[in-house]
């Protein structure tokens, strides 16, 4: 079973609103998602899920790491506070 932040309907829903960012950036660029995945240095594969704003079944939302949306952010030439989206507030106790 899978606890914590990530596994909740806000980062779900973070996780979708980051993949629209990224597939409106880089189509206003004129980038291809193999572009872009090249460009950045991962794989297509990892690329296209956080687009997609990926989900494992019940689980976790895609987790770029750091590293990697500010290589995203270089290729796009976007600042990190022009692509992510709002940060949900953790669930009250």
Not at 51 to 69: M, Q, V
């Amino acid at each position: 079973m899978t606890s914590g932040l990530a596994s909740t309907p806000e980062w779900a829903e973070f996780a979708r609103e980051l993949g629209m960012q990224l597939r409106r950036a880089r189509a206003s660029r004129g980038l291809t998602q193999e572009q872009m995945a090249e460009s950045a240095e991962i794989s297509l594969y990892a690329y296209q899920q956080y687009e997609r704003g990926s989900t494992t079944k019940d689980g976790p939302a895609t987790n770029p790491r750091l590293a990697t949306i500010l290589a995203i952010c270089r290729t796009l030439d976007i600042d990190l506070s022009d692509l992510l989206p709002p940060v949900p507030r953790a669930p009250r106790r």
